[in-house]
């Protein structure tokens, strides 16, 4: 229920709005129109655990390679922009040292990382009761 203070939520949810579960937490409603329904709202219409679990992996792993993609050049381009700074104000020279065979590494330690943080997301939206979706919508 958006717009609604969590204390006049009837049935004792206050305490799942205030930790951020439920349908108010997407800010979105189950409408099936909709492109992308929320993941409660999945559960109602029918989808399987498995499925969930489908869309967390593929989202996580689609997200870590977005932000791999942002940070390797903007990682690169501060790199550079320290070593003019300590070039232009200490007079020192440092090596900029840009070794190809770190971006895939750095692409694999991305991905692991966002991999072991979802589990707990994917927890809660697979064991949400599917009517619970739909009653504060």
Not at 47 to 57: E, L, N, P, T, W
Not at 58 to 87: C, F, H, M, N, S
């Amino acid at each position: 229920m958006l717009g609604v203070p969590a204390a006049d939520v009837p049935g004792g949810r206050r305490r799942d709005l205030a930790r951020g579960r439920g349908p108010a937490r997407s800010g979105g409603s189950c409408v099936l129109g909709r492109d992308v329904p929320s993941r409660p709202c999945l559960r109602s219409i029918g989808a399987r655990a498995g499925d969930i679990r489908r869309i967390f992996a593929t989202e996580t792993i689609a997200l870590a390679t977005a932000g791999w993609l942002i940070a390797i050049p903007l990682g690169y381009l501060l790199d550079r922009l320290v070593v003019w700074l300590v070039k232009t104000v200490v007079n020192e020279d440092v090596p900029v040292t840009f070794r190809p065979v770190n971006l895939p590494i750095a692409l694999a330690g991305t991905i692991l990382l966002a991999l072991l943080i979802t589990p707990v997301p994917v927890r809660h939206a697979v064991h949400y009761k599917p009517g619970e979706a739909l009653r504060y919508t």
